[in-house]
């Protein structure tokens, strides 16, 4: 009895754990999948205000459209940077503090929209008029200090770029310069003499056959050459390479048929 107790304890704390680990894993499902959802509500709630801010940039005049301006080549200073530095970071381990400094500089644009934001709703024609010059001169400041980043990291990357571009190049050369020194190779020197001595054994065996066989060998010889050259047409290297109009009508059997039979000797009463 006491042993099937301590195993009732023992199943009862396995199936304790495994539902432990199962709320866990549940609960860091839910969060994982709650902050996807808030980021893509943050990117969706951003391009609709980007969106707004660059409409009201053109249907606005006045103070309220330098604010929305302000706002919005703020705002695309900003992502534009990120998308480039978050793009790299995966190949450049160093753009790693450029991002965290950019978080830094994204705070501040976050406090200075805040504020042009409250400006932008502001009554007051005056204040707006007197606020907007130090507002202004802020956001250019960041937009600055990101647009910096942005091309110093642009620069980098095309940097690595040509320097590997340039080391491939000097290895195709290498291997190209290998690759022409084929006296080198092994077995080449003697390939090329065996097949020397073949050639003159063979030359040898031809002109004694040449003696041997008269001018007969050399008509044949002439004429399979001739019939060999003329069986050899190219497509379109303007040498008997356009077919006949016989050709053309599919006449060239039948007339060569009749040829034939006109060149057989006539048998008749007079051939006996």
Same mark, same amino acid.
């Given at each position: 009895?006491?042993?099937?107790?301590?195993?009732?304890?023992?199943?009862?704390?396995?199936?304790?754990?495994?539902?432990?680990?199962?709320?866990?894993?549940?609960?860091?499902?839910?969060?994982?999948?709650?902050?996807?959802?808030?980021?893509?509500?943050?990117?969706?709630?951003?391009?609709?205000?980007?969106?707004?801010?660059?409409?009201?940039?053109?249907?606005?005049?006045?103070?309220q459209?330098q604010?929305?301006?302000?706002?919005?080549?703020?705002?695309?200073?900003?992502?534009?940077?990120?998308?480039?530095?978050?793009?790299?970071?995966?190949?450049?381990?160093?753009?790693?503090?450029?991002?965290?400094?950019?978080?830094?500089?994204?705070?501040?644009?976050?406090?200075?929209?805040?504020?042009?934001?409250?400006?932008?709703?502001?009554?007051?024609?005056?204040?707006?008029?007197?606020?907007?010059?130090?507002?202004?001169?802020?956001?250019?400041?960041?937009?600055?200090?990101?647009?910096?980043?942005?091309?110093?990291?642009?620069? !980098?990357?095309? /940097?690595?770029? &040509?320097? =590997? $571009?340039?080391? #491939?190049?000097?290895?195709?050369?290498?291997? *190209?310069g290998? +690759?022409?020194?084929?006296?080198?190779?092994?077995?080449?020197?003697?390939?090329?003499?065996?097949?020397s001595?073949?050639?003159?054994?063979?030359?040898?065996?031809a002109?004694?056959?040449?003696?041997?066989?008269?001018?007969?060998?050399?008509?044949?010889?002439?004429?399979?050459?001739?019939?060999?050259?003329?069986?050899r047409?190219?497509?379109?290297?303007? !040498?008997?390479? /356009?077919?006949? &109009?016989? =050709? $053309?009508?599919? #006449?060239?059997?039948?007339?060569?048929?009749? *040829?034939?039979? +006109?060149?057989?000797?006539t048998?008749?009463?007079?051939?006996?």
């Open positions: 009895m006491e042993i099937l107790g301590v195993l009732l304890g023992v199943a009862l704390l396995l199936g304790l754990g495994v539902v432990v680990l199962v709320v866990i894993g549940l609960i860091k499902a839910a969060r994982a999948v709650g902050e996807k959802v808030e980021r893509q509500e943050a990117k969706a709630r951003r391009a609709v205000e980007n969106v707004t801010l660059k409409a009201k940039t053109y249907t606005q005049t006045g103070p459209g604010i929305s301006a302000v706002r919005l080549g703020l705002r695309t200073s900003l992502d534009g940077t990120r998308r480039v530095l978050e793009g790299a970071v995966g190949q450049d381990g160093q753009l790693g503090e450029a991002l965290a400094l950019l978080g830094r500089l994204d705070a501040h644009a976050a406090e200075l929209d805040g504020e042009l934001r409250m400006l932008e709703r502001e009554p007051d024609a005056g204040r707006v008029a007197a606020k907007l010059p130090e507002l202004r001169e802020r956001a250019e400041r960041i937009t600055h200090s990101a647009e910096t980043m942005r091309w110093a990291a642009q620069d !980098r990357m095309h /940097r690595f770029a &040509a320097d =590997e $571009l340039g080391r #491939l190049s000097r290895e195709c050369e290498d291997e *190209a290998a +690759l022409r020194h084929w006296d080198s190779v092994p077995g080449a020197s003697g390939t090329a003499q065996g097949a001595g073949t050639g003159a054994s063979a030359s040898a065996s002109s004694a056959s040449g003696d041997s066989g008269g001018s007969g060998a050399g008509v044949g010889a002439a004429g399979a050459a001739r019939e060999a050259g003329g069986a047409r190219g497509l379109t290297d303007g !040498r008997g390479g /356009r077919p006949s &109009a016989e =050709e $053309l009508l599919g #006449l060239a059997d039948p007339v060569a048929k009749l *040829a034939q039979r +006109l060149r057989k000797p048998t008749g009463p007079s051939a006996g």
